[in-house]
T-cell receptor, first 111, second 115 residues
């Protein structure tokens, strides 16, 4: 079992729709969870962090965490073509603050 | 200069060459990292430095040799690499490695091709 699992995609959504990106992780001790966005040919940039069960909203982005199910997701409302990128899920693992990254989900927002 | 700067952006080297990747952060952070990103694989943590002291070495082959002369600079020295070492090498920094909110700031990366 991979430490962090994400569907590689591509996930295609029409402009204006909600994009739902999912991530499962194996380390029950994970405490902090991060979503990074990586445009093609660019470096990852942090877009969301979440530490407690439930939802956290920031603009068009909502992160959802369910530690019992070891599941974290990212919702993007009113998707724009500029949201087309690969989204990396990264929980902390190993009981500390080491980040373990998933392979990422490629999102394509189509006009 | 702001953020995390990496040079060179692109590097092509033969298997017998010796080269170095350089990273500089202008954020006043205390921790610096080297990651390797290969196609279809997750980001792999290679090395972690905290206040110039190496705190993690993830079973990286000795043909990769890191150096952290101060908290702002990080190098990755390369020698006798293999073609499978071709990848994007990302440098990152964070305020420190003890914070629960371990926010990484990445550089633009150095694209390495080993012939």
């Amino acid at each position: 079992q991979k430490e962090v699992e994400q569907n590689s995609g591509p996930l295609s959504v029409p402009e204006g729709a909600i994009a739902s990106l999912n991530c499962t992780y194996s380390d029950r001790g994970s405490q902090s969870f991060f979503w990074y966005r990586q445009y093609s040919g660019k470096s990852p940039e942090l877009i969301m962090s979440i530490y407690s069960n439930g939802d956290k909203e920031d603009g068009r982005f909502t992160a959802q965490l369910n530690k019992a199910s070891q599941y974290v997701s990212l919702l993007i409302r009113d998707s724009q073509p500029s949201d087309s990128a690969t989204y990396l899920c990264a929980p902390t693992t190993g009981g500390g603050n080491k980040l373990t990254f998933g392979t990422g989900t490629q999102l394509k927002v189509e006009l | 200069e702001t953020g995390v700067t990496q040079t060179p952006r692109h590097l092509v080297m033969g298997m017998t060459n010796k080269k170095s990747l350089k990273c500089e952060q202008h954020l006043g952070h205390n921790a610096m990292y080297w990651y390797k990103q290969s196609a279809k694989k997750p980001l792999e943590l290679m090395f972690v430095y905290s206040l110039e002291e190496r705190v993690e070495n993830n079973s990286v082959p000795s043909r990769f040799s890191p150096e952290c002369p101060n908290s702002s600079h990080l190098f990755l020295h390369l020698h006798t690499l293999q073609p499978e070492d071709s990848a994007l090498y990302l440098c990152a920094s964070s305020q420190d490695i003890l914070s629960g909110a371990n926010v990484l700031t990445f550089g633009a990366g150095s694209r390495l091709t080993v012939l």
